[in-house]
């Protein structure tokens, strides 16, 4: 069955800081690979994807992510933290197994960015 | 902008009452999707429809159902609603291919759902 991981239910980071949220996945074929963020009381926000090409992929709000194969992770990453960033993140996958499509989550990683 | 929305924000309802949550899309997407969202477990899958009067159990359908008549809209019904149902559920819709916006997911705003 394919399946997402986020490892760390919490990551602490001081704004202006560098930020990594690990995600790694476990599909076959070729992955689908998202991450959402959600603030406060809100839906989910689509942030960026990986479906092909090149391994580094930029989104909204400044963040970007890094697909690597070999290490089935697909971690995001933003160069300089804001505390506007501060919110919950979560990484899917595409399941494309039954040959229809449907989306797996992670468990979430909530993100602080501290003053 | 693709809009997905849903008709209730909060509910409160009494145990073993029939419960309607109501999901509208107004971008002809194919795709519908309900999960529910609890702490520490994430976004979980209850059913979801790639076209009208088609539907897919997810990974947690027991105790609920779904209806979609028609494209824009996809409603999850609880038949018989159990405290265990007290929940935050989501509604996203999308298109699969390869046209721009493909393949990602449009979420409603959520309905917070108490069951008492």
């Known amino acids: 069955a394919q399946s997402v991981a986020q490892p760390e239910d919490q990551v602490n980071v001081a704004e202006g800081n560098p930020l990594t949220v690990k995600c790694t996945y476990s599909?076959?074929?070729?992955?689908?690979l998202f991450w959402y963020v959600q603030y406060p009381n809100r839906g989910l926000q689509f942030l960026l994807k990986?479906?092909?090409?090149?391994?580094l992929v930029k989104g909204s709000y400044g963040f970007e992510a890094e697909f690597n194969k070999s290490q089935t992770s697909f971690h995001l990453k933003k160069p300089s933290a804001l505390v506007s960033d501060s919110a919950l993140y979560f990484c899917?996958?595409?399941?494309?197994?039954?040959?229809?499509?449907?989306?797996?989550f992670g468990t979430g990683t909530r993100l602080k960015v501290l003053a | 902008d693709v809009k997905v929305t849903q008709s209730s924000r909060y509910l409160v309802k009494r145990t073993g009452e029939k419960v309607f949550l109501e999901c509208v899309q107004d971008?002809?997407?194919?795709?519908m999707f309900w999960y529910r969202q609890d702490p520490g477990l994430g976004l979980r899958l209850i059913y979801f429809s790639y076209d009208v009067k088609m539907k897919e159990k997810g990974d947690i359908p027991e105790g609920y159902s779904v209806s979609r008549e028609k494209k824009e809209r996809f409603s999850l019904i609880l038949e018989s609603a159990s405290t265990n149902q007290t929940s935050m559920y989501l509604c996203?819709?999308?298109?699969?291919?390869?046209?721009?916006?493909?393949?990602?997911?449009?979420f409603g705003a959520g309905s917070r759902l108490t069951v008492l």
């Open positions: 899917a996958v595409r399941d494309q197994t039954s040959g229809t499509y449907k989306y797996i």
């Open positions: 996203a819709s999308t298109r699969p291919g390869t046209v721009s916006g493909a393949n990602v997911l449009t």
């Open positions: 599909v076959s074929g070729n992955p689908y």
């Open positions: 971008m002809d997407h194919e795709n």
């Open positions: 990986y479906i092909t090409g090149d391994n």
